[in-house]
């Protein structure tokens, strides 16, 4: 197996459209957080949306970064990644060139 490549696929930030007692509106309330990971021909994709926040858009840029790599290794991201990988290249392959002969039903 080829080393394992994560990179963060999504990134998708939620704001708040009313005020409540988690967050106010305007304001960045949660992140969905998507990670794939990629060897050789093998790929597998999983992601989360963090708890509530409270950010404002200009503090939230700048700690975004910060938040992802937090939440997915909170998550286990890249142990639930590499998991799903090597299940993949343990898995039978599709024979290739293979037609199968008739079959008669009794």
Same mark, same amino acid.
């Given at each position: 197996?080829?080393?394992?490549?994560? /990179?963060?696929?999504? *990134?998708?930030?939620?704001?708040? @459209?009313?005020?409540?007692?988690? &967050?106010?509106?305007?304001?960045? &309330?949660?992140?969905? @957080? #998507?990670? /794939? =990971?990629?060897? #050789?021909?093998?790929?597998?994709?999983?992601? #989360?949306?963090? #708890?509530?926040?409270?950010?404002?858009?200009?503090?939230?840029?700048?700690?975004?970064?910060? *938040?992802?790599?937090?939440? =997915?290794?909170?998550?286990?991201?890249?142990?639930?990644?590499?998991?799903?990988?090597? =299940?993949?290249?343990?898995? %039978?392959?599709?024979?290739?060139?293979? /037609? %199968? %002969?008739?079959?008669?039903?009794?």
């Amino acid at each position: 197996m080829s080393d394992i490549v994560y /990179t963060f696929s999504r *990134i998708e930030v939620k704001e708040a @459209v009313i005020t409540d007692q988690e &967050c106010e509106i305007g304001n960045i &309330c949660s992140l969905v @957080v #998507g990670m /794939t =990971a990629i060897s #050789g021909d093998h790929s597998a994709y999983i992601d #989360g949306v963090t #708890g509530h926040m409270n950010y404002d858009k200009a503090t939230f840029s700048g700690v975004i970064g910060a *938040i992802a790599n937090e939440f =997915a290794s909170g998550q286990n991201f890249k142990d639930s990644l590499r998991n799903q990988i090597i =299940a993949q290249t343990q898995s %039978p392959a599709q024979a290739s060139d293979f /037609t %199968p %002969p008739p079959i008669n039903v009794n």
